[in-house]
């Protein structure tokens, strides 16, 4: 019985929706809702037509039928529309379920609350009460039964009937639309009558449903304000409890603070007294440290001035010898430089006698072929012989000049004073050869003899002694006491010249400056050659000192020569 009552309502609805469709839109919807309103045009029409401006933008049907997102759009539209004139939530449908075409009852009761909404708007078509459920009968139209009796107008075409048989059939007619009419406005009756009945049941099944919504939500609110009161309760109890377990935490920690302090105080007091005792202990130490720092100072002092004073006594020691080793190389030097003085003047008087000698033997040529000339001349008396003592004078006068041209220009060839002075301050080796013309020798005492038998003392000798004695090594070229020796090569190439076996000079060549001149002087003082230098003193400085370095190379000289 009551799913006959819910099919019979739910018809009624879908009729009632379908005519409000008809009235409002003035289409002709079908009963099929979800064919007709699957695009959302009209849905959003209708929620237009309710409160105009609702929906900004609605998509064409076209455009909604070929694109899922545009009939989307204006489904998602016409919900936010109905959500803004007063349709609820629990009014309206799923856009899943309706694409979906589930559901028509949502739809449905969705339309009805549009239909409300617009009759409480003022938009009613007022034809709700002439829907007919479940009847074949048409709906009450007055004129309608008329028709019937205007479209048989072929009676009257026979001219040979009674007029009595015409008021009898008129008279019959007029009892059958009476008849007719008695038994519409009897079915009609009855239609009102029902629909009066099932609109009181609803209205009764309303007050029902209505009732039974308010003792839900009344038993919701009792529920609700029950589940309140418990939970009020709860957490009154868990206050209460945390309340009594705040106050027992701080108890406990206000004993626990308690004891604390008193085993502080305990500790603070034992501590201090170890402290004092710690204290006394250190100073009693530091006392005596004291006095082992004071007699450890007054030793330290004596040793001091033991070693200050034998360092002293070595520093005037080795001053001295250095002074005296200075003024020896100054004395010698100043003994060289007068040698070289001297011979440069003698060189320098040789070189002029020389060139006096040649001058006065050019002259006395020069005078004896003139003489002869005029001998010559003189003796042309002869008319006979002139042309043959022309030309034999001619010829005797340009034979004495082709031995004179080659000997003209062989004067400059000898050395003069600058060109050897030059020689002798820039390349001694070349100058020591120029003068003898073959290699020179080396003598006992430091000396040098040229083959020639010249002997050379001082700077020239060690610096041709060097010379000599690194001139086979690759990348060695001696010529001064400053430059030359800076990249070591120069020590390297001497101490592996006298000892080989003491150092690797193929090794030396990938070494910096700084380690070649250490490795050659730790190899030196092996061999008992005081260290005078450092390697500092050479790489560290912007010009070496010429002096520090000839006293060095001398110590190598005696050294190896030992």
Not at 243 to 249: S, W, Y
Not at 425 to 451: H, V
Request: proline residues 4%; hydrophobic residues 25%; glycine residues 4%.
């Amino acid at each position: 019985m009551n799913a006959a009552k819910y099919a019979e309502q739910e018809a009624y609805d879908r009729e009632r929706a379908r005519i409000w469709l008809q009235d409002l839109l003035g289409l002709d919807v079908q009963s099929d809702f979800f064919s007709e309103l699957a695009d959302g045009v009209l849905l959003c029409s209708i929620v237009n037509t309710i409160k105009p401006g609702t929906i900004k933008k609605v998509n064409s049907a076209t455009k909604a039928k070929k694109l899922v997102a545009k009939r989307l759009e204006n489904l998602n539209a016409f919900l936010f529309g109905c959500k803004r004139i007063g349709v609820y939530p629990s009014y309206q449908f799923e856009i899943q379920e309706f694409q979906e075409r589930k559901r028509e009852d949502k739809l449905i009761r969705c339309l009805l609350k549009l239909e409300e909404i617009a009759r409480k708007a003022g938009i009613d078509p007022s034809k709700y009460g002439e829907i007919h459920i479940g009847s074949d009968e048409p709906e009450t139209k007055p004129a309608a039964p008329a028709s019937p009796a205007v479209s048989t107008p072929a009676a009257p075409a026979s001219p040979a009937v009674p007029v009595k048989e015409k008021d009898t059939e008129a008279e019959d007619r007029e009892r059958k639309e009476r008849e007719q009419r008695e038994q519409r406005e009897q079915r009609e009756r009855e239609e009102r009558e029902r629909a009066e009945r099932e609109r009181l049941e609803r209205e009764k099944e309303e007050k029902e449903r209505e009732e039974r919504e308010r003792e839900e939500r009344e038993r919701e609110e009792r529920e609700r304000k029950e589940h309140e009161r418990e939970e009020r309760e709860a957490e009154e109890a868990r206050i209460r409890r945390e309340k009594e377990e705040t106050e027992r935490r701080e108890r406990e920690e206000r004993e626990e603070r308690e004891r604390r302090e008193a085993e502080e105080r305990e500790e603070r007091e034992e501590r201090e007294r170890r402290e004092r005792e710690e204290k006394e202990r250190k100073e009693k130490q530091l006392q005596e440290a004291e006095k082992e720092r004071l007699e450890r100072e007054r030793r330290e002092a004596e040793e001091k001035q033991a070693r200050e004073a034998k360092l002293r006594a070595e520093r005037e020691a080795r001053e001295k010898a250095l002074k005296e080793e200075r003024e020896r190389r100054e004395r010698e030097e100043r003994e060289k430089r007068e040698k070289e003085e001297n011979a440069k003047k003698e060189r320098e008087e040789k070189l002029r006698r020389d060139r006096e000698q040649r001058e006065k033997e050019r002259k006395e040529r020069e005078e004896k072929e003139k003489q002869e000339r005029e001998k010559r001349a003189a003796a042309a008396t002869d008319g006979g012989l002139k042309s043959k003592l022309d030309i034999f004078g001619g010829g005797a006068l340009k034979s004495p000049k082709a031995p004179a041209s080659p000997k003209a220009p062989a004067s400059p060839k000898t050395p003069s004073s600058s060109s050897t002075t030059a020689s002798e301050g820039s390349n001694p080796r070349a100058f020591f050869s120029q003068l003898s013309g073959e290699p020179a020798k080396t003598s006992g005492g430091g000396k040098i003899t040229l083959a020639s038998g010249k002997k050379l003392t001082g700077t020239d000798a060690l610096l041709y002694w060097a010379q000599t004695n690194t001139s086979s090594y690759p990348g060695v070229d001696i010529t001064n006491f400053t430059e030359s020796w800076k990249d070591g090569l120069g020590f390297c190439a001497l101490v592996h010249a006298h000892f080989p076996a003491e150092i690797d000079f193929n090794a030396c060549v990938s070494k910096t400056p700084f380690e070649r001149l250490e490795l050659a002087f730790d190899a030196a003082g092996r061999m008992g050659v005081p260290p005078l230098l450092d390697p500092e003193d050479i790489t560290d400085v912007k010009s070496v000192d010429a002096r520090s370095l000839i006293t060095y190379l001398g110590c190598l000289y005696k050294g190896f020569k030992r």
